[in-house]
């Protein structure tokens, strides 16, 4: 199962709820992380190897915006 990483901003019930279905789980409160700033919050994770959950999107924006000329996600355009 995948191991979870919740950063301050997430209420640490949610470790809870995601250990009861199997994975491991942890919470920056339970690290004493939880005034640490959002880029020790990645790298705790990375570290570990664990998918990190934050609530605040716009901290860990780490790529460029999509180009409307670029390859990527999103829907394909036809015939062009």
């Known amino acids: 199962m995948a191991g979870f990483y919740l950063d301050h901003d997430v209420a640490y019930g949610i470790a ?3 250990r009861e279905e199997g994975h491991d789980a ?3 409160q339970w690290n004493g992380l939880q ?3 959002d880029y020790e919050h ?4 990375a570290e570990q190897g664990w998918i ?3 609530h ?5 924006n780490l790529s460029p915006a999509p180009s409307p ?3 990527g996600p ?3 355009s036809r015939g062009r």
């Open 16 to 18: 809870f709820l995601l």
């Open 26 to 28: 942890t919470a920056a």
């Open 35 to 37: 005034a640490a700033e």
């Open 74 to 76: 999103g829907p394909a």
């Open 42 to 45: 990645l790298l705790k994770a």
């Open 52 to 54: 990190l959950i934050g």
């Open 56 to 60: 605040n999107r716009k901290d860990y």
């Open 69 to 71: 000329n670029r390859a």
